[in-house]
């Protein structure tokens, strides 16, 4: 039973906190809820930032997950431009990092989120070079990819992933030059795998993106703190006015370290470690977002996922874990991407090494098809491109772990409901 007087603390102000803070007030909670979170801006989402808001088809505040009002109405304790440098696991407090002011806590969540990494190289401390992160970025690279565009400017992009892949697609919807950097033979190599790695590379050369595969870059040229070019490890320079870093992003583990708590090999995802109740290794301490590392037992291993279904859901999990009810969270990881005319969903979970075959039930030539990762005939990931509602069917065949004729799964005229047990 949570007493009404009881404190629940949460450190970081994204979706997974907000949506958790929601939660505890859906689900009865009426003692006293302190959401900490190191922006000044109120809790948002991501997917907008480098999607329909960088594209400047949605307004400002259609991001932020609830109007400023809601928390003071729900008596959500807000703190804004805060954060928390010490948990002191002993006197169950956190620490404000700005004035050292102490908070007590009878139950902490930890969703910090992540950060993107940054590139090594000289010239990262000129004008021009960006990541993307958080809403100011969003704010900020709107403004450049919209100069670029009237300018016929370059943008030169690190890393071929999704970030990196869907501002190509703003950038050149704005009419902006973009080349693509990346060290792989295809974009989302490891992701997709080379096939369809290559066709999202085939989408957007059609749009006018260069790619350069197989390079790295090694320094971002600039004179008078502004950006001239790129050179990759091969030798070869490019021309540029601006410089995006997409090489992905790390968890925000410092907190939780610093707290003793238990930790994943960055190796291996890296993360906060957690059961399947999103509880750290301190039972008075949950972690939800992308810095949780939760074991799966779908899929047989401990997995981490960045993307904003796993905020969504994992805060209200770790909220109703935290009141004491029985959670088991293992949800079917997913996603979704759009670029251009082409718009994708993901479900499930297939890393590099993980399976042996992949199926295409469509059109992979006019970008309408849905393609299945599988091993040992169980799929275990399926993406849908430009075919809609079929999300459901593709998660209840993962979740079957039922063996599949690849034959029938490859035939758009089989029902994807009529290949389950």
């Known amino acids: 039973m949570v007493d009404v007087d009881q404190t629940f603390v949460?450190?970081?102000?994204?979706?997974?906190?907000?949506?958790?803070?929601?939660?505890?007030?859906?689900?009865?909670?009426?003692?006293?809820?302190?959401?900490?979170?190191?922006?000044?801006?109120?809790?948002?989402?991501?997917?907008?930032?480098?999607?329909?808001?960088?594209?400047?088809?949605?307004?400002?505040?259609?991001?932020?997950?609830?109007?400023?009002?809601?928390?003071a109405r729900n008596d959500i304790e807000l703190h804004l431009?805060?954060?928390?440098?010490?948990?002191?696991?002993?006197?169950?407090?956190?620490?404000?990092?700005?004035?050292?002011?102490?908070?007590?806590?009878?139950?902490?969540l930890l969703a910090t989120g992540s950060e993107p990494r940054r590139l090594d190289i000289p010239g990262t401390d000129l004008a021009g070079v960006h990541h993307l992160r958080r809403l100011a970025h969003a704010e900020r690279?709107?403004?450049?990819?919209?100069?670029l565009g009237r300018d016929n400017g370059h943008l030169v992009i690190a890393g071929g992933g999704w970030i990196g892949l869907e501002i190509a697609a703003a950038a050149r919807e704005y009419g902006a030059e973009v080349t693509v950097v990346e060290p792989a033979p295809t974009p989302l190599h490891g992701v997709l795998g080379p096939e369809l790695g290559a066709l999202f590379a085939e989408l957007h050369q059609?749009?006018?993106?260069?790619?350069?595969?197989?390079?790295?870059?090694?320094?971002?040229?600039?004179?008078?703190?502004?950006v001239l070019a790129a050179r990759t490890d091969d030798g070869e320079e490019h021309p540029a006015h601006d410089v995006l870093a997409a090489i992905g992003a790390a968890p925000r583990t410092g907190l939780a370290e610093a707290a003793g708590l238990a930790v994943a090999d960055p190796s291996q995802g890296g993360g906060v470690i957690v059961d399947e109740r999103?509880?750290?290794?301190?039972?008075?301490?949950?972690?939800?977002?992308?810095?949780?590392?939760?074991?799966?037992?779908?899929?047989?291993?401990?997995?981490?996922?960045?993307?904003?279904?796993?905020?969504?859901?994992?805060?209200?999990?770790?909220?109703?874990?935290?009141?004491?009810?029985?959670?088991?969270?293992?949800?079917?990881?997913?996603?979704?991407?759009?670029?251009?005319?082409?718009g994708m969903e993901y479900s499930g979970w297939a890393p590099p090494g993980s399976y042996d075959q992949v199926v295409v039930r469509g059109d992979a030539g006019k970008r309408e098809f849905i393609a299945f990762w599988l091993t040992e005939g169980r799929v275990l990931a399926g993406m849908n491109v430009n075919v809609w509602d079929v999300t459901e069917g593709i998660q209840n065949l993962i979740r079957s772990r039922a063996t599949v004729d690849a034959e029938a799964l490859a035939d758009p005229h089989t029902a994807l409901e009529s290949l389950l047990p």
């Open 278 to 342: 999103l509880r750290t290794s301190d039972p008075d301490i949950h972690a939800a977002g992308d810095v949780a590392a939760f074991p799966h037992a779908l899929f047989g291993a401990r997995v981490r996922v960045e993307h904003w279904a796993n905020a969504l859901n994992g805060g209200p999990a770790a909220a109703k874990a935290m009141l004491g009810q029985e959670v088991t969270y293992d949800r079917v990881p997913y996603f979704f991407s759009d670029q251009y005319d082409l």
């Open 141 to 147: 690279l709107k403004g450049v990819l919209a100069s």
């Open 81 to 108: 431009g805060q954060t928390v440098d010490l948990i002191d696991r002993e006197a169950k407090t956190v620490r404000f990092g700005d004035d050292g002011t102490l908070v007590h806590y009878d139950k902490l």
């Open 206 to 226: 059609s749009h006018g993106v260069r790619f350069h595969f197989g390079a790295r870059l090694t320094e971002i040229v600039g004179q008078d703190g502004m």
């Open 10 to 71: 949460i450190v970081g102000g994204g979706l997974a906190g907000a949506k958790a803070a929601e939660t505890l007030r859906a689900e009865g909670f009426n003692g006293r809820v302190i959401l900490i979170c190191d922006e000044r801006d109120h809790p948002y989402e991501r997917p907008p930032l480098s999607k329909g808001y960088l594209l400047g088809k949605e307004e400002r505040d259609s991001v932020f997950v609830h109007e400023p009002a809601w928390y």
